[in-house]
């Protein structure tokens, strides 16, 4: 964890969408956005940080969200930055 940084637990957003389903990546994402906090460390059970890191950055630019969200993996931990 980042010296000085808020660690909170997001919960998976739940979206009835018929057009498209929203993946596993998209929900960390969107609560993301959707907190308050500026920083958040991500843990998923069973992935590593370099993987999440690289699903999460191809939901990013597909979203057109580079100029808002920055994942970066620091001492094996992912983190998300607004």
């Known amino acids: ?3 000085g940084e808020l660690s909170i ?6 979206l ?3 057009r498209r389903s929203r993946g596993l990546y998209d929900s960390i994402l969107d609560s993301f956005i959707f907190s308050e906090s500026n920083t958040v460390e991500v ?11 690289s699903q999460l950055l191809r ?14 993996v620091v001492d094996r931990s992912l983190y998300l930055s607004k």
């Open 43 to 53: 843990q998923v059970e069973g992935k590593d940080p370099g993987y999440l890191r």
């Open 16 to 18: 009835d969408s018929p």
């Open 1 to 3: 964890m980042i010296p």
């Open 59 to 72: 939901r990013i630019n597909e979203r057109y969200l580079g100029d808002i969200i920055e994942a970066e």
């Open 9 to 14: 637990d997001l919960e998976q957003i739940e």
